[in-house]
């Protein structure tokens, strides 16, 4: 009787075994890919943008200057003249000098270019200069698009410290001196007052004709 039992219990485990075991043709070898294997096809994505016809990011202002906008021409006559750079920071100090700027005209464009070297006494080493192309030109106004560097030795441990942009020089009255408006030392709010100083030309007077002696 315990044989007959045992023999059942036997042949059950078999059969189940065997119906849990897929037809040979319906075995597949185990995957590479985990979790998952990868889908037939990718998912589908917007497509960007052309890239055709793109225009600058930059606005008008700082785009390149081809032309500077003259809307006086006494101011633009007058200005073309400025030829030295005084620095408010050392003009009072005995011993100061000016330094130079060169106005200059290239086609429709007009630029700037100067320097000074301070050399009063205790600031030798510190300078300024400015770089740039004028934008426009108007009465008692110039927009100069470029660059003003100042360097004082005492400040932000003689780092040069620097505006730029659209800097405007204006004039008073009957001055001959254009100051810069964005004139403040970006690194501890001084006023620098750098001005860019009219000069006239000088004229050489020619030597009179000797008369020649009569005989």
Known sequence: MNRLLLSLILLGVAGSAIAQTPPADQT????????????????????????????????EEQKAITKTKIDS????????????????????????????VNVTKQGAVWSVKGRIDS???????????IDGVVESI?????????????RVAKIDKGATCKVAGSLHFRRSGKSQVWRLIEGDNPCDGTQEMLDLVYEKPMIEKKAPTPTPKKS
């Open 28 to 59: 597949q070898a185990p995957s590479s890919y985990y979790p998952a294997p990868p889908p037939l096809t990718a998912p589908q994505v917007d497509k960007g943008a052309p890239i055709s016809s793109l225009t600058s990011p930059l606005s």
């Open 73 to 100: 021409d006494a101011e633009a006559q007058l200005f073309a003249g400025a030829a030295k750079v005084v620095w408010g920071r050392y003009a009072k100090i005995k011993g100061a000098k000016p330094g130079n």
């Open 138 to 150: 108007a009465a008692n106004n110039v927009v100069i698009k470029g660059e003003v560097a100042f």
């Open 119 to 129: 050399v009063a006494p205790g600031s030798e080493g510190d300078w300024a200069s």
